[in-house]
């Protein structure tokens, strides 16, 4: 079945600090790729998305390309701010059959002005 | 606006009580989920509709039910609520068709239940 691997957190960075965060998944078919982000006490909100392999997404100055032959879709931000602090989540899908999403487990975000 | 909401925010039971939390959607979207969210485990389906009178288990749906009798609402019952189901529940919806813009999924607030 499909699945998500996010890399464990938490992660630390200082302020204006490069930022990546891996994700890999495990997917048949050709799923949407996304990155959700959760502040602390709210729910999810989309990020990002990429719907086809090499798509990039972008947001808010952060990326993600959507690496078929890696099976991957890492975020990147070239300088973080402390508001960018929160929980950020890779997640697979829809596909044929299944229109709900396939999480990762999620990476906690800390950045310390 | 087109909104999602949740309620309670917040509840405390006790074992063995049912619990009924709510999800209201004003996006009109056809497809309705259930996620719990736990520690080192992301968001699990529990479950999910894609229609009036419709309604799927996830992967984790053991002790949880719904029922979809309109669109715009899919509460989640637990039966006899167990310390296991103590978590954060997130209600979500989407479009049913539009592969082309990704089917973006839009998540509610979310309700922290404790169970004693």
């Known amino acids: 079945g499909n699945s998500v691997t996010q890399m464990e957190g938490p992660v630390t960075l200082s302020e204006e600090a490069f930022l990546t965060i891996n994700c890999t998944y495990t997917?048949?078919?050709?799923?949407?790729l996304f990155w959700y982000v959760q502040y602390p006490g709210e729910g999810l909100q989309l990020l990002l998305k990429?719907?086809?392999?090499?798509d990039k997404g972008s947001n808010k100055g952060f990326e993600a390309t959507y690496r078929k032959e890696t099976t991957s879709f890492h975020l990147e931000k070239g300088s973080v701010q402390v508001s960018d602090s929160a929980v950020y989540f890779c997640?697979?899908?829809?596909?044929?059959?299944?229109?709900?999403?396939?999480f990762g487990s999620g990476t906690r975000l800390q950045v310390q002005p | 606006d087109a909104e999602i909401t949740q309620s309670p925010r917040h509840k405390i039971t006790e074992t063995g009580r049912q619990v009924t939390l709510a999800c209201h959607q004003t996006?009109?979207?056809?497809?309705m989920f259930w996620y719990r969210q736990d520690l080192g485990h992301g968001l699990r389906l529990i479950h999910y509709?894609?229609?009036?009178?419709?309604?799927n288990k996830g992967e984790v749906s053991d002790g949880y039910s719904v029922s979809r009798s309109n669109t715009e609402d899919l509460p989640l019952t637990l039966e006899s609520a167990a310390s296991s189901q103590t978590s954060v529940y997130f209600c979500?919806?989407?479009?049913?068709?539009?592969?082309?813009?990704?089917?973006?999924?839009?998540f509610g607030p979310g309700t922290r239940l404790t169970v004693l």
């Open positions: 979500a919806s989407s479009e049913a068709s539009g592969r082309a813009r990704g089917n973006e999924q839009f």
């Open positions: 997917a048949t078919g050709y799923p949407s």
């Open positions: 990429a719907t086809k392999a090499d």
């Open positions: 997640a697979l899908g829809p596909d044929t059959g299944r229109r709900a999403l396939t």
């Open positions: 996006w009109n979207h056809n497809n």
């Open positions: 509709s894609y229609g009036v009178q419709d309604t």
